[in-house]
């Protein structure tokens, strides 16, 4: 790091410029956002046909006959669930369309595994003493924040080039009976946006977990969002049938970032057993979803191309997001070798990491200049970034010119943590 090597003059010479640039950008009284990774109004407003397909209660009429105003169907359309057989590649028997969250269903089936333990499990998790998920980390606050809430404790896993480590991951698998889960974003991770390697979803497949009841949580929730053209995942549910393995994938997704972010649907793919043991409380927790809502996108998407061709509108309004971003840390912060980033063919985040001890006092120094953060820690379990180093970036909402202001005022505070840090260790 630049800092390091001059002279303490030069530093408190530095660092003095540094704040005084800043308490400019303060002078300015900003209010800008670059905490919420959601789309914005103009990637919303490109499924505005959706609202146009169901006009009359003829059109409202599935292709096996139910009408999708009135009750039934428990575990979604049989168009439904061929639209995301499509996208998954993924049998439709092994589907289930459940709702507008994906989240919903992961929380959902967690507390399911609590209650009354897997498929073929003997007893449920609750009833095991302490069991743990392994955190591939830096990762997905809300995966977090189930494990925390059923208090299952967490063990971080760090994140590579190629995915998690999966040498630790086989270890803890195979030889701790606790260990019920894993949470994975295998393609454009939050917040890093890492696609896992073949090598690495075939590691995943041939598991051979010490719990009976081991599952994987495989959210593909970014399986269609490439910024610059497809890059494909190895597919774990055929992958983890030619290891006899078909129970331990349960995978997620939905189309919160295709159509309406919380109204669009969502969606499980995972084995006969695994689906029946989830359809066996279904049934008690619901008559069944919104049939709808399933038909609309159907009707509008048509099939895996559809969406495809649909994401690539997405892809034209976010990628000068992403690239305005990467553009300053790699012209403002590059240089002085103050931050390490990750640079995502797609997804929704970049994942930004400071100089170790420094991302609270970035995020500080950010808040103090009008720019909100995602919450240092936020993508660690228990909130807790062992480094204190990594934030989590989310550029798809604002509008660019406000991103690049936004992006500016960071990494001046990045610069200025890092010029303060290692004035405080001359
Ligand atoms: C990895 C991941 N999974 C799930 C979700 C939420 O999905 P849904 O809107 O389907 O609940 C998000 C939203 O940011 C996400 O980043």
Known sequence: ?????????????????????????????????????????????????ILETLRSGGDCISENGTDCRNYGVLDGLPEAKKLFSDILDIPPENILVGGCSSLSLMYDEVVRAMLFGVAGGKLPWSAQGKIKFL?????????????????????????????????MIERYVSEDESVKGIWCVPKYSNP???????????RFAALKPKADDFRIFWDNAYAVHDLYGEI?????????????????????????KISYAGAGLAAMAASKANIDKTKKSLAIQTIGYDKLNQLRHVKYFKN?????????????????????VIRAFRDELGPLGVASWSEPRGGYFISLNVVPGCAKRVYELARGAGVTLTTVGATFPYGIDPLDRNLRIAPSYPPVSELKEAVHVLCLCVRLAAAERALSEK
Do not use: W
């Open 232 to 256: 494909k995942l190895a597919n774990l549910f055929t992958l983890a049938h030619e290891y006899g393995n078909d129970d331990l994938p349960i995978i997620f997704t939905s189309t919160s």
């Open 135 to 167: 955190c591939p980390v830096p990762g997905y606050d809300r995966h977090f924040a189930i494990c925390e809430h059923m208090g299952i404790e967490m063990i971080n896993i760090p994140m590579g080039q190629d995915g998690p480590d999966m040498d």
């Open 304 to 324: 895996a191309a559809g969406v495809n061709e649909h994401m690539k509108k997405h892809a034209a309004l976010l990628r000068p997001k992403f690239e305005a």
């Open 1 to 49: 790091m630049y800092y390091s090597q001059i002279s303490k003059e030069q530093l408190n010479d530095e660092c003095r410029a540094l704040r005084a640039q800043y308490d400019e950008l303060v002078k300015k009284e900003l209010k800008l956002d670059m905490s919420r990774g959601k789309p914005d109004t103009e990637q919303v407003s490109l499924s505005d046909g």
């Open 192 to 202: 890093e946006g890492t696609v896992y390697s073949d090598e690495t979803v075939r």
